[in-house]
């Protein structure tokens, strides 16, 4: 893959074959996904010392098991999967003192260490660091918690820059919402659709709702090593943070925050809470969105640039469904940037092209 230009000026974006191509679909999966931190939940799914919740990452393309546990220890992130003979261990959440698997009665500390197996004392140089479930880091915000299969980068370095910038919000007092909670399934590739968010350049064209809440001409983009913040300010007093005194904002009427972390993730802070959108490969052109509601504040729930953002995402597939059809093209390869208006397209477009530069000519 050809680097992308530094100056975005002179840039042109990434070639379509990276939106067709099961070749670098795959390849992204296991270079840009797999070694990237990942959403999985708040705390409020291990209430308690011994709960035990099984899920899988990213279903429908990295379809990897895990389950947490949770003992006077604190929280784990364990590999589901039995190192006996790969049955997977927990089927459903519950409460338990260990985890055993139903298959041939192996039992595993709930930090994933291995306990006993029946049948196993012939067995030579057993039991071994490989009988122990793997453990994957947890990185605890608040109550949100994010978990990755590689051990390759520090959390930090994702969302690190969103942390310093709303830290301040008291993110324990911010409580999920199942039935304010939604998933849409697109059309498109996940990274069409996280170049869709990347910039506000389209949503005087795309979102009248959103255009009449916020002020497009004060809109602005930041750049960090692997995420970005937009901030969108608002027209007027209503629907606005109010922001410590020494906060770096103080003083601006900020109507949203909204932060990509690389490569999947997007944390839009309104008055009202946290609308957490999740972007889950599903295939070359097929996208899972999960939309999760947290919220803080009920009086401000559905206001300001936070309001109807079920009718901002349909207006949002179906821009982006038809960029998928149009990147299909033969006659389309690349486009430009618009200096203004772009700039974290470029920053995610130079990521992926950095980190796939050595792979698919």
Sequence with gaps: ???????????????????NSPEYYKLALEKIIVPSWQFIGDTSLLPISSACYPFTLLPGSLDEPLVL????????????????????????????GQLRCRYHGRAFQLNGKFKSMPEFKEVCDF?????????????????????????????????????????????????????RSKEYLVNASWALYCENFLEGFHI??????????????NYTTELFEYSSLQIGISK????????????IDHGKKIAAYYFFIFPNMMFNFYPWGLSLNVI???????????????????????????????????EDEEVVENVQK?????????????????????????????????HIA
């Design 69 to 96: 546990t949770r003992d006077e220890e604190g929280i784990h992130c364990l590999s589901n999967v039995c190192t006996h003979r790969g049955n997977i261990v927990v089927s459903e959440p519950c409460k338990a």
């Design 280 to 314: 889950e490969p599903n295939g070359v052109g097929h996208t899972k969105i999960r939309f999760l509601t947290y919220l803080w504040k009920e009086k401000h729930f559905n206001k300001g640039a936070g309001a109807n953002l079920d009718k901002v995402e349909l």
């Design 204 to 217: 005087p064209f795309v979102h009248s709702g959103l255009n009449a809440a916020i002020d497009y001409g």
């Design 127 to 179: 039991p071994a660091f490989s009988d122990d479930l793997p453990s994957l880091p947890v990185f605890q915000w608040g109550n949100l918690l994010f978990t990755c299969l590689e051990k390759k980068y520090a959390p930090e370095i994702f969302l690190g820059d969103m942390i310093s910038r709303v830290g301040w919000l008291p993110l324990e007092d911010f409580v999920y919402q199942p039935e």
């Design 236 to 247: 007027d007093e209503d629907a606005c943070f109010t922001l410590p005194e020494n906060h």
């Design 1 to 19: 893959m050809e680097p992308i230009h530094p100056d975005i000026a002179r840039a042109k974006t990434i070639d379509t074959n990276f939106y």
């Design 326 to 358: 149009g990147v299909r093209s033969r006659l389309y390869h690349n486009g430009r940037y618009s200096v203004t208006r772009e700039q974290g397209t470029h920053h995610f477009h130079r990521i992926i092209a950095s980190i796939l530069q050595n």
